[in-house]
């Protein structure tokens, strides 16, 4: 590469954390945001009639068996909107003994989550990386994230958007029917003991207000109502959505990022290193929306089996997200046999539970699995009982072809070095935590 600016504008590429490489160097020191922008946020208004009532469905656990368990229980305000503790699932069911299978999401920012689609990949059209803007300005494409060579990549069609691990829901009153049913979450029983319970909730006469006295006549539509209301509190309250991260402010130019963050930063959207930011986007919209850390899109990652599930004791059970078996609409699409919906990683610092399975309990282990798992699976997997590493033991071999492989740092074979160093993954948790929301400027 000859002078870092114009190699970038045409390599569309840059080892942005390279010493030698004047912009990044700079960039590094400096902390601040060469190209500051106007964020978009959610206006903020009272909560309507609606929203308010969601809300007090939303923190009521009397809807439950266990009379224990609200949405609350498992998307904790005080966390993220995510699980309050380090379990890898939450227990659910009338004493609470029963377990989850999957790890709670948060349920921020998921305002802007479009319905579950198969279509063409351009979620990348809107993105550009920073040492790209710093170098040519803001208009620069980033590089594609490189498509796998199967017959839907050809046609450049990928599953992205939709609620839940594996897409299965479309709106946010969908998909609350799941959780209120559930024998293994809320486990309401049916939708007429919900409607019961709705009916002599101490909210009942706001709903009566609401959607008229007959509307306890019909079950499913007082059961259906009261969803909708609670998809109006989450759409509604800032605490879904506020984008007061750090990284928010240094997005606007008013805040410095540390140098390890910066160094964390630019790692994030080295397409030659960590590569992050090819998924979990992190460039504000051309229209000037916060950036969310997800493109909406499913990968086959190829998590390793975490042994703490119960339903993993069975060895003939997997979870394969798009095709089954909690989803049941695609179970003859292989080809998505083991996809999950990329996340986003605003707050993703203040979980102590990650991935679909809950298979890591912290951001380094998180951090090994991106680096090793093709170049050193033995950090990452279990060993047989015939002394093999068990690289992939949660994706039968059949839906192995379905395998992200061509995504960096998933591009590399077993003996290459690995796409970041001990302090690279430091420095990229450092960039994480600046993902949090609610930061206190430090005084100057
Ligand atoms: C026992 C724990 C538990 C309770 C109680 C619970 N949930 Fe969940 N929730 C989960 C789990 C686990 C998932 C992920 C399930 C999956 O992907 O299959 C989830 C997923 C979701 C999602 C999708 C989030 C995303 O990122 O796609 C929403 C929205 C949601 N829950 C809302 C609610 C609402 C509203 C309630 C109350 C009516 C509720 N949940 C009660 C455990 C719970
Ligand atoms: C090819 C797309 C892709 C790339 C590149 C990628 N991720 Fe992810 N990320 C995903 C998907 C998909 C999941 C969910 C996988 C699952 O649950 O099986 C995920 C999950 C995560 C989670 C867990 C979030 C949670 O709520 O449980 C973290 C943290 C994370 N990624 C960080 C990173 C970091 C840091 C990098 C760069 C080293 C990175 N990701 C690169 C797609 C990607």
New binding site residues.
């Given amino acids: 590469m000859v002078g870092a600016g114009l190699a970038i504008a045409m390599a569309g590429a840059v080892s942005a954390a390279a010493p030698t490489d004047p912009v990044a160097s700079t960039i590094v020191t400096n902390g601040e945001n060469p190209h500051p922008v106007r964020l978009l946020r959610p206006p903020a208004a009272p909560l309507s009639a609606m929203a308010q009532l969601g809300r007090l469905i939303f923190f009521d656990p009397n809807l439950s068996s266990s009379g224990q368990l609200s949405c609350a229980s498992c998307h904790s305000p005080e966390h993220a909107y995510g699980p309050p503790n380090d379990a890898p699932v939450m227990q659910g069911g009338p004493r609470l003994s029963r377990q989850g299978v999957r ?1 709670v ?2 349920l921020m920012y998921l305002e802007r989550q479009s319905g579950f689609s198969i279509g063409p990949d351009n979620a990348e059209d809107e993105s550009v990386s920073l040492t790209q803007r710093a170098a040519i300005g803001p208009q620069a494409p980033r590089a594609d ?1 490189t498509a796998q060579d199967t017959a839907q990549t050809a046609a450049n069609l990928v599953p992205q958007g939709g609620l839940f ?1 594996d897409g299965r829901a479309d709106t946010l009153q969908d998909q609350a029917l799941g959780p209120l049913l559930n024998p293994l979450e809320i486990d309401g029983g049916s939708v007429a003991a919900v409607s019961a319970k709705l009916r002599h909730a101490p909210y009942a006469p706001g709903f009566v207000q609401l959607f008229g006295a007959p509307v306890f006549a019909t079950p499913r539509l007082a059961v259906a109502e009261a969803l909708f209301a609670v998809a109006r509190y989450q759409i509604e309250d800032p605490s879904f959505h506020p984008y007061t991260s750090k990284f928010d402010d240094w997005l606007e130019g008013k805040a410095r990022l540390s140098e390890a963050e910066m160094r964390g930063y630019l790692l ?1 959207n080295d397409p030659h290193k ?3 930011g ?3 986007l992190d460039q504000p919209t051309r229209d000037g929306l916060p950036p969310l850390f997800t493109d909406q899109q ?2 086959a ?1 190829g ?1 390793p089996r975490n042994t703490a599930l119960s339903v993993n004791a069975d060895a003939g059970y997997f979870d394969l997200g798009i095709c089954g078996p909690y989803r049941t609409d695609m179970q003859e699409q292989m080809q998505y046999c083991g996809m ?4 986003t ?1 605003r707050n ?1 610092a203040t ?1 102590r539970v ?3 399975n809950g298979a890591f309990r912290s ?1 380094r282990q ?2 090994d699995f ?1 680096n090793f798992r093709d170049v050193d699976p033995g950090r990452v997997y279990p060993r047989a009982a015939d002394g093999a590493v068990a690289k992939l033991n949660d994706l039968p071999p059949q839906y192995r072809a379905n395998l ?1 492989v061509s ?4 591009d590399r074979k077993p003996g290459d070095a690995p796409a970041m160093t001990s302090e690279d993954e430091e420095d ?1 948790i450092a960039f ?1 935590q600046t993902l949090t929301d609610g930061y206190e400027p430090v005084a100057r």
């Fill in positions: 790890a999401p948060s994230k691990w994030f960590a590569n992050c090819g998924c979990h499913f990968e990652l998590a999950f919906l990329t996340p990683l993703v979980r990650f991935f679909h951001l998180v951090l991106y992200d995504d960096p740092p998933f990229l994480l």
